[in-house]
C-alpha cells in the first residue's frame, strides 16, 4: 500500500500543499472554474455513454425495495454486473448473507467504493407521481434513497477501469455495499472482520439534494443500537397473576425510568426505542418481553456514558420484577470525521461537473412535493453547488452512519449526489417519490462523474494518498483511539426483516423492472412524469 512507503512523502508540507490548494480551489460564485482534462474528461464522457446502464441499476433497485439484511434480488443483481464486467465477488462476507465484495485490478492504490442499499419499512410509492400512492400498501420502498448509490459507483468504476486497462494503469477497485445501514448493523462488521485492511482509501456515496462532501468531524451521531429481552413467568391474568412475573412490566419500568432520565441527559444526545416483543395476549402474564433502544450521542464517550446509564437502568428494572435480563448489541455506529485532503479533491471534482441541468418538468414536480409535504421552503431543486463543507463551528446533533466505523480505520469521505428533493422528511414513503424518476438518473450520474475523477486522483497522484493518511494520523486520530461498540464476538443481528420480506416479496416481485421490455421503471408502471393528479 502506498502508505507503506511513507518515508517519501511524510513531510508534512505534502499535506499542507493539499488543504491550501484545496482551499484555493473551493467554487466561490463568480470565479473561474478549471475543466477536467486528461483521463478525467474522458472518464466524464464515459459516464455519460453508461447513461443507460445508470438508469437500469438505479431502477432496478428501486424497484427491489428490499429491507436491511434481506438484500438478496440486490445482491444477485448487482454482483451479476459486476461479475459480467470481469470483477472477482465474495458472497455473504463478515458472516452476512447478503453482504458482497467485489474486487478489479492488481498493486496500488486499493480504493474501496461503498454505497447502502436497504430500503425504510412502509415506505412503498409509486415514483413520478405528486401524490401518495404505494405500489404495495404498507410495503417497504426506498424512503432514503438507497437504490441510488450503487448506481453512482458501479458506474463510475467502469468508466475507470475501461482508462485504467487502456493506459495501464495499477490499482485496485474494490465495491461493497452497505447492508442494513437503516439498522447501523454491518460496517462496524466489516471493520471488525478486517475487511478494510490493505485499503488505501474508501469513497462512500450518499444522496442527498446537491453535490457535495465534507471533512473533519461529521454532523450527526454515533449509537449503540441494542435489544434488552426479559424473562419472567407465565400466569393467568385474572386467576392467578400474583404467581407471575410480567416480563413486559419490567420493559415498561425501564421505560419509564428512561424518559425519567433524559431531563438530565445533554440536549445533543438522541435516543428512542420500540417494543418488538409484549407478551402474547391480555390475560397471560407476560413471560418474556424486549425492547429496542437507540442510544445516539455527539462522542464516542457520550454513547458509552449513556449506554452504561441505560445498561444500569435496565438491571434495576429486572430487579424490581423478579425478571432476568439479556442483552443483545444489534448495531453500532460511530460517529464520522471524513477526511480533508480527499474531501478538497472531491470538491475540484465537483466544482467542475456541477449540477445537472434541471427541466422545467423536473423543476414543477419538486415544487409540487414539497408543497405537498409542507415543506418550509419551496425552492425546487438547487441550482448552486453546496461543494465541500468545513466542520461545524459547534457540534450538530442528528442522524447516525455506520460508516463512521470503516472513518476510523481507513481515510474515507462521503460524497452526496442531487437525486433527491429538499424539505421532504427523513425516512418517510416520499423520499421514495423522485428516485426512480429523470432527478434521480441525473443526479446519479452527476455524482457518478464526480466520482471518476476522484478515483483518477488517487490512482494518478500518490502524494494525495499520501497526504490523506498524513491527515489520518497526524490530525484525526490525535487524541482519539478508535474502539469499536461491538464485541469480538457480538454476531451479526442476520434475521432482521425476515419476517416482514417473506410478507411482501411475492407482492413487490410483480413489480420488478424489466429493462428488457421498458426503457424506465416509469414506462413499466404507466407514469406520465409529472403526474401531479389522480387520473
Known sequence: MYRLHSARFLAVWVTALYWVAGAASAQVEGEAVEPLTGLKAEAVERVDSLANLTQEINDSLFSFAELGFQEFE???YLTEVLRANGFEVVHGVAGIPSAWWASWGEGEPVIALGSDVDGIPR??????????????????GHGEGHNSGQAVNVTAALAVKALMQRENLPGTLVLWPGIAEELLATKAWF??????????????????????VSWGPARGTGLVSVEYSFSGVAAHGAGDPWRGRSALDAVELMNVAWNFRREHLHPLQRSHYVIVNGGDQPNVVPSAATVWYFIREITADGIRANFETL???AEGAALMTDATMSRRIVGAAWPRHFNEPIAQAVGRNIAAVGLPE????DQQYA???QELLDADEITGLATELTGVQEPPENPVSGGSDDIGDVSWAVPTVTLRYPSNIEGLPGHHWSRAMAMATPIAHKGVTAGAKVLAATILDLIEDPDLVEAAWEYFREEQLQGTVYEPFIGPDDPPAIEKNADTMAQFRDQLREFYYDPSRYDTYLEQLGVEYPQFERP
Open 311 to 313: 445498561q444500569r437502568i
Open 123 to 140: 415506505a412503498s410509492q409509486v415514483p413520478g407521481l405528486a401524490y401518495r400512492e404505494p405500489l404495495v400498501e404498507n410495503a417497504p
Open 358 to 361: 434541471w427541466s422545467d418538468d
Open 367 to 369: 415544487r409540487a412535493l
Open 191 to 212: 471493520t471488525r472482520d478486517g475487511l478494510f485492511d490493505g485499503v488505501d482509501a474508501v469513497l462512500f456515496t450518499h444522496v442527498g439534494d446537491n453535490l457535495g
Open 74 to 76: 440486490t445482491q444477485r
